[in-house]
Structures are given as C-alpha cells and as structure tokens.
C-alpha cells in the first residue's frame, strides 16, 4: 500500500465553505467519481479542513500512479464535470501552477519504528 498527503485551498468565503462541505458529506458525492478513483487504485480518500486550508491522504494500492489516474480522469466525463464544479469553491495554493488544484506534499517525517 501507497499513501500521499496531497493539499489545496477553498475560497474564503463561509457559505461556500458550508456548500462544499454538504457536497462531501456522507451519500452526497458522486458514484461515478468514486468507483473512478476505485479504478485508479485508490483504496481510501480522506479530507481534513482547517479553515480555507485541505489536507487530503490518499491510500492506494501498490500499483497505483498519478498518471494513471489522470488518464482515467481524462475519459470520465463525470470526474471533468465534478472537477469543474469544485472549482467553484477551491483556490490554489500559493505557487501553484495555472492548471493545479491538488499539490502532493513532501514527507519530512515519520516515527522511527
């Protein structure tokens, strides 16, 4: 098993705060967009908020790439639909590209086992 820590933004605004929210909540995300991710190898997806600020883990299995599954985004038309919509509510993060939502971040530490 993999697992990345990947980051972004939402907009300051408190009541689209609350929309994205309700949109991730238990029942309310899209079936398409999950078994996509279940496709891409993705075992579990979490999101932490604090603030504007998003952290999301990503657990997947050993085989699983970025590029994979940013090809299979690519030809699901539900994922592009979603991904436009959560624009609405996301910002990048500060030296992020023009075309970047998710920036993976680096691990700089772990217990020592």
Not at 12 to 38: S, T
């Amino acid at each position: 098993m993999k697992r990345f820590c990947l980051a972004l933004d939402l907009k300051d605004d408190p009541e689209l705060i609350a929309e994205y929210e309700r949109m991730h909540a238990p029942g309310a995300g899209w079936p398409e967009v999950r078994q996509n991710d279940l496709n891409a190898g993705i075992l579990d997806l979490q999101i932490y908020r604090h603030g504007t600020r998003m952290v999301m883990i990503l657990e997947t299995d050993d085989h699983f790439s970025f590029e994979k599954k940013r090809a299979l985004d690519a030809t699901n038309t539900h994922v592009q639909e979603w991904e436009r919509l959560m624009w609405k509510y996301q910002e990048p993060l500060p030296g992020a590209k023009a075309d970047e939502k998710w920036l993976l971040m680096d691990q700089i530490f772990q217990f020592e086992k």
